[in-house]
């Protein structure tokens, strides 16, 4: 008998093509509306949304359609996978959890949908963990408890240059007491219980990004750890970033530059930038 697991996620963990290929992983597409345009986000020029953005189109964000996730699943079993462990966005800022539920209920291997109450790659270390222990052949317990471990474990650390489009997408969670706040203050948030929620108000772009990795080396403190850089809009600063994580962080396991999904890139803003720090 096929003790297979499956590992599927959805497009906000912003795992690079490269790592979903290598490890089989199976990413379900969020979706964006563009004015009266509507498709999987990963069929959107990354600058043509950068674009609708700062010209202030109405821009817009909804989860899969659960028959997405039923297809996904389907072909799962029909591969022989004897289980499938499914990580998603938080349920508070997606009913993308919501669909893959519904979907799970009509499979008939059994498909354990887990709340991940983060994003980007704090999800995305998640899930590698989760596909990792399902290539070693783990059982579906410790797969799940490979997922589990990563997502309560990470830390998303997240710079913007503005609130406004965290505001614009009802996202905004209790980082909405930083509203209102000096344009000359730049808000520094994470994600906390599932919502995205207020970290340190540092006046000036430079201080707060300085402010960002004295935060992210006090997560990280003495253990292994892996970090991500995510930018939505590529310049050079991420590099800079990278230089100095290396610097202050001494145990790096490994440290990745992806591109944040884009639809999490509309939620927060072209100027964004966030910082995962995940104990191994």
């Not at 799940?144 to 240059?161: C, K, M, N, P, W």
């Amino acid at each position: 008998m096929s003790t297979h697991v499956a590992v599927v996620t959805d497009s906000t963990a912003s795992l690079p093509d490269q790592l979903v290929r290598q490890w089989g992983i199976k990413v379900i597409q969020l979706q964006l509306q563009v004015a009266d345009r509507i498709d999987d986000e990963s069929r959107f020029d990354r600058g043509e949304l950068v674009d609708s953005l700062e010209a202030g189109m109405p821009v817009a964000t909804s989860p899969p359609d659960p028959g997405a996730f039923f297809w996904t699943y389907q072909d799962a079993a029909a591969a022989g996978a004897a289980a499938v462990v499914s990580v998603h966005i938080s349920g508070r800022m997606s009913a993308t959890v919501h669909a893959a539920r519904q979907a799970a209920e009509q499979v008939r291997i059994p498909v354990y949908v887990l709340d991940s109450a983060t994003v980007g790659m704090s999800l995305g270390f998640a899930v590698l963990s989760a596909a990792r222990a399902a290539a070693a052949g783990a059982q579906v317990n410790r797969v799940v408890e490979a997922a589990e471990r990563r997502f309560t474990s990470s830390s998303e650390l997240l710079f913007v240059d503005t609130l406004e489009y965290l505001r614009r997408g009802g996202r905004i969670g209790a980082a909405s007491a930083m509203l209102g706040t000096a344009l000359s203050i730049k808000p520094l948030l994470t994600v906390r219980r599932g919502e995205v929620a207020p970290l340190s108000r540092v006046p000036g772009a430079r201080r707060a990004m300085n402010k960002l990795l004295e935060i992210a080396a006090q997560r990280a403190g003495g253990h292994p750890t892996e970090l991500a850089v995510s930018t939505f809009r590529r310049s050079d600063r991420e590099m800079s970033v990278v230089h100095q994580l290396r610097d202050r962080i001494p145990n790096v396991r490994d440290l990745t530059v992806v591109e944040a999904s884009s639809v999490v890139g509309a939620h927060v803003g072209p100027g964004s930038m966030s910082i995962t720090v995940s104990p191994v």
